[in-house]
């Protein structure tokens, strides 16, 4: 266990070697694109896209705020996704939050 204590990208790297050894298919910073009238207008790039199916998004923070829940859900507008995962390991304890949108 790395403990709340590092950057983000420390957990990032974690979860890459940790899906690598399960096994489990994955992307990192996939681009979304957002278009308008067929124009790329904008990128997002969540943190992990998991078996075609899951985004996570990985924070080091002391707390959730509104703004990261806020992140999540432009990463689903537009694109195929429905399910993400934000995992803040910055608090004393592991934080996740499971969205399903609609």
């Known amino acids: 266990a790395l403990g709340p204590v590092h950057k983000e ?12 050894r399960l096994k489990i298919p994955f992307e990192t910073e996939k681009v979304l694109k ?10 997002y790039k969540p943190d992990f ?4 199916k ?3 998004e990985i924070k080091a923070v002391p707390a959730i705020a509104k703004v990261m829940l806020d ?4 990463y689903v507008r537009g694109s ?5 995962l934000l995992a803040n390991f910055g608090a004393r304890r592991l ?3 499971r969205k399903i949108y609609g």
Not at 71 to 74: A, H, K, P, R
Not at 80 to 84: G, I, S, T
Request: aromatic share 12%; proline share 0%.
């Open 80 to 84: 195929k996704y429905r399910l993400v």
């Open 54 to 56: 899951v985004i996570l």
């Open 95 to 97: 934080e996740i939050k």
């Open 71 to 74: 992140q999540i859900y432009y």
């Open 9 to 20: 990208t420390v957990y990032h790297n974690a979860i890459a070697i940790e899906l690598k």
């Open 34 to 43: 957002v278009t308008y009238r067929g124009e790329t207008v904008g990128i």
């Open 49 to 52: 896209i998991i078996d075609d």
